[in-house]
């Protein structure tokens, strides 16, 4: 509808509700109009998410909204796994207007949009047909078509001619094209075949199907010489529409003068001069309320335009679209349509089997894959890194005569096992990546990979490392090798071995703990066995001697020393399995410090080669290079090397003397070369995280997810251990360093921290349980009064009773009452002895014997005394021994 028709119709007419306009494009000029004199403007075919009633107020889109369409499309895209897609729409405000919300629902399914294709309303033949062969040697099979009805048929007329409805194309239309299938010409639905398209379900009902033999009988009285039609959906809306608009002004007075003009307004214009509707307003409302039973389903306006859940997908076959799925966002895809909302399954994922038997294009019956490698026999171009060293992985050689290029390693015959496995012929080439003069590589691995990100290569196969910044420009498949970069250093002898050798078997901590175990345990058992053993009783001298010499003599198990209390012998057994452990530890060591020759690195961090001011190397054109500057190296101590031979002459000569005091690598470079030197040179320091080897791709690459997918079928094989061994030489057992090598460190405290709680503990509770014991037996004994006021001196006085009770001997046990009892029968009682002659009768009895005797008798003396005025207790009581 003309903009000047609906002006007409508004000014001079003075209509109260306009049917139209037919297009979205009118349709934006149309709303102002409609706006500004409150008549609604109800359209049944300005479909475009551009055009909005939120911000038209007096907009009512009796239609869907072609947005409300978008998530289905993406659900089978989802479906088939199409991870790349190529938008086809006209430059109007109908194709635009759909754009944004394709882009939001490909995103959230991880699919791609590599490129759009705009294609003018008006463009010519030649113009359609240039924008289809370029998209012909893209690499991109799956197109969604988004236009109108005379520009779509054109489109397919062309894509036909131009050999894109051939199999491995994918086409998916949307429902402004589905819902005119019906009224397509028998041509455009010929080059259509194996076309699929969306459109909203229309249920069947007795009204539709009677509606439909008036309308066929209809349209063969006005087209005699036409084929069969079926009214399309936009055929329904209108019918539906016009029957809501009546429905509505059915319900609506229109009492007095309908319009009236806004004085004071710019009166010398058309629109100046419009009046505004005074039953706009009540029409509108009446029209948003109305709800009936349509022919195309339920007539339901939300937030001003009409609404539908279920969409149907069809498959262009024959002579027009057959029905192979329904899409319902309770259901996604499924094959029937449920219309039971308890049947709710979102959570199962839709698979091909849910969906009809469709015939793509060529008359294909599996499902394209959406990506081939682009026609004309192109193929991809590879590039590969050349250097000289560490040909394991990447050879390319030169034949001067034959100037012909060959080119093998671990990695190329890595991704060539890849793309063998895929499902598909993927035809590629490898492209050395030379310095024509020198033969050598260009440059870098980062320059090298710059080239896929500015097209000039289409992958890149070879040692190339997977990280952060790289990956901004280009996609990485997963790796194939090891992970992490470290150094390697020469490796030098212990020079340890020294008069003091026999200190280094244990840390200083571990000597330290153990002087004090000793000292510990002889304290505890000389607690314990003071009083009731002569053996730990004398002047103090000769007692502080005993506790070391009974401690120290348990390490060889030499202690003379007999133990009469359990509690002390508990404590002993105890320590006597831990000295043995220990004895055992120390011994082994020390066997190995004098017996082995020890090797150790030379370097063992990187703060110590920044500290000596080194010099450090690394592989030339790799990423390490710059990583050591980050760490602080000067520019001028970094050099850069290219082969194995190159890293040993360099460590062997050291930083002194022009070489390097470490080579930084990573780790596969350095397996490679210690299996060479595997005797002089070691890897040190921590290991540093990396992603390991990985294929380059361009960013959005459909290969690089099944590539991924090979290689974890490669590598989870024979055929990866195969190629191993092949291209790298297992390293060697290296006996010469592997026992060599060892740690420079002792034994520590860690190591026998278990033990020393095991023995402490024991030790502490014996001889708690012994002065609970001798404190409670002795209470009465250890009570003492005192006139001192002081509590200080009071309870000095208290500890100075106690400590000289206990310095006393315990004449009650058992070790002294054996050896009162032997003394009293031999001279108190001499014919108990069965000694009856007179000479050992008459025998005066010995004063000692006597003493004794009385002190058990009587108690009248002490029973001991203390232990710094021995001076007569010590020898007496060890000559009564018998």
């Keep these: 509808m003309p903009v000047v028709v609906a002006l007409d119709l508004l000014k001079n007419v003075q209509v109260q509700a306009i049917i139209g306009p037919l297009t979205s494009s009118q349709a934006e000029f149309v709303l102002n109009l409609g706006s500004r004199s409150h008549v609604p403007i109800v359209s049944f075919s300005a479909t475009s998410p551009s055009l909005s009633p939120a911000h038209s107020p007096y907009f009512v889109r009796a239609a869907l909204n072609d947005s409300s369409q978008v998530t289905c499309i993406a659900a089978l895209l ?113 080059s259509m075949q194996g076309v699929l398209g969306v459109r909203s379900y229309v249920p069947r009902s007795s ?67 419009l009046g505004v509707s005074q039953t706009g307003p009540k029409l509108l409302r009446a029209i948003m309320d109305t709800r009936f039973r ?64 469709i015939i793509w294009p060529g008359e294909a019956r599996a499902v394209p894959k959406g990506w081939e490698t682009p026609t004309g026999e192109k193929k991809l171009r ?67 990979i710059r080239q896929v990100a500015e097209q000039k290569y289409d992958a890149v196969v070879g040692d190339t490392t997977i990280l952060g910044y790289r990956s901004s420009e280009v996609d990485f498949t997963l790796p194939f090798t090891e992970s992490g970069w470290s150094m390697v250093v020469r490796v030098k002898e212990n020079r340890r071995k020294n008069a003091w050798i026999f200190v280094k078997p244990w840390t200083t901590g571990l000597w330290v703990v153990c002087f004090a175990f000793f000292l510990f345990t002889g304290f505890v058992v000389w607690m314990i066995e003071h009083r009731i053993n002569p053996a730990f009783r004398g002047p103090p001298a000769q007692q502080f001697g ?80 710059r990583h050591l500057g980050s760490f602080g190296f000067d520019d001028k101590k970094i050099i850069s090397y290219k082969t194995t031979d190159q890293y040993a002459e360099a460590l062997s000569k050291g930083s002194s003397n022009g070489g390097v005091s470490a080579i930084f690598d990573e780790i596969p470079y350095i397996k490679v070369f210690l299996s060479q030197f595997c ?52 390293r060697a057992s290296c006996p010469s360093q592997d026992n060599k090598l060892m740690s420079s460190t002792g034994l520590t405290l860690k190591s026998f921290e278990g033990l020393f709680f095991i023995t402490g503990g024991v030790s502490v509770l014996a001889l708690l349980l012994f002065l609970a014991i001798f404190f409670y037996e002795n209470r009465h004994e250890l009570e003492t009064t005192t006139s001192e006021d002081s509590i200080w001196k009071r309870a000095a006085a208290r500890l100075v009773a106690w400590g000289k009770h206990y310095d006393k001997k315990d004449l009650s046990s058992h070790t002294f009452r054996k050896d009162d009892e032997r003394r009293s029968s031999s001279t108190v009682y001499p014919e ?36 710094f005025s021995r001076d007569m207790d010590g020898p007496q009581a060890q000559s009564d021994e018998p």
């Design 78 to 190: 989802d479906l088939f796994g199409w991870k790349q897609v190529v938008p086809i729409y006209e430059d109007t405000g109908y194709g635009t207007g759909i754009v944004p919300y394709l882009v939001d629902a490909f995103q959230e399914i991880s699919t791609r949009i590599p490129y759009r294709s705009v294609i003018q309303s008006s463009a010519s033949d030649d113009q359609i047909r240039a924008e289809l062969y370029k998209l012909k040697t893209m690499s991109t099979r799956v197109f969604v078509v988004h236009m109108s009805s005379a520009l779509g048929s054109r489109l397919f007329l062309h894509a036909n001619e131009v050999g894109m409805m051939e199999e491995g194309y994918v086409w998916l239309i949307t429902d402004g094209l589905t819902n005119l299938l019906d009224a397509m010409d028998p041509s455009v639905l010929e």
């Design 207 to 273: 009204r539709l199907s009677n509606f439909t033999a008036k309308w066929r009988a209809k349209f063969r009285q006005e087209n005699p010489e036409a084929g069969a039609a079926e009214p399309s959906l936009f055929s329904l809306w209108a019918y539906d529409t016009i029957w809501a608009l009546a429905m509505a002004a059915e319900r609506v007075k229109n009492p007095g003068t309908n319009f009236q003009v806004i004085q004071g307004g710019n009166n010398s214009t058309e629109l100046g001069s």
């Design 294 to 357: 349509g022919l195309s389903g339920d007539f339901l306006l939300v937030d001003g335009q009409l609404q539908s859940s279920t969409f149907q997908i069809v498959n262009v076959n024959g002579k027009g679209g057959r029905e192979v799925a329904f899409w319902t966002p309770a259901n996604g895809i499924s094959r029937k349509l449920v219309k039971d909302p308890r049947r709710n399954n979102t959570q199962r994922r839709p698979s091909p089997v849910d969906v009809g038997p």
């Design 382 to 448: 590879v590039g590969v890194p050349v250097k000289d060293g560490f040909k394991e992985f990447v050879d390319v050689e030169r034949d001067p005569i034959t100037n012909q290029t060959s080119i093998g390693g671990y990695c190329i015959e890595v991704f060539d096992a890849v793309m063998n496995r895929l499902p598909y012929a993927v035809p590629y080439e490898y492209v050395p990546f030379p310095d024509e003069t020198t033969g050598q590589s260009t440059g870098s691995y980062d320059e090298l």
């Design 546 to 625: 005993t506790i070391f010499y009974f401690a120290f003599s348990t390490m060889v198990f030499s202690q003379k020393e007999t133990i009469v209390s359990n509690f002390s012998r508990f404590v002993v057994i105890v320590w006597v399995f831990v000295v043995l452990i220990l004895q055992s530890s120390f011994t082994a060591s020390l066997a190995s410090l004098l017996t082995v020759q020890q090797l150790e690195p030379s370097v063992t961090d990187i703060g110590q080669l920044l500290r000596n001011g080194d010099n450090v190397g690394y592989q030339e054109g790799s990423f390490i290079g």
């Design 679 to 730: 005797a002089d040179y070691t890897m040190a320091g921590p290991t540093y995280k990396t992603d390991g080897f990985g294929f380059v791709f361009p960013r959005g690459s459909p290969l690089v997810p099944d590539i991924s997918r090979g290689i974890l079928n490669v590598t989870e094989g024979e055929e990866m251990t195969r190629m191993e061994k092949k291209w790298f030489q297992e």
């Design 832 to 867: 108990v002895a069965g000694d009856a002659s007179p000479a050992r009768t008459s025998v005066p009895q010995s004063p000692v014997s006597t003493s004794v005797h009385s002190d058990r008798g009587n108690g009248s003396q002490p029973a001991g005394e203390d232990m």
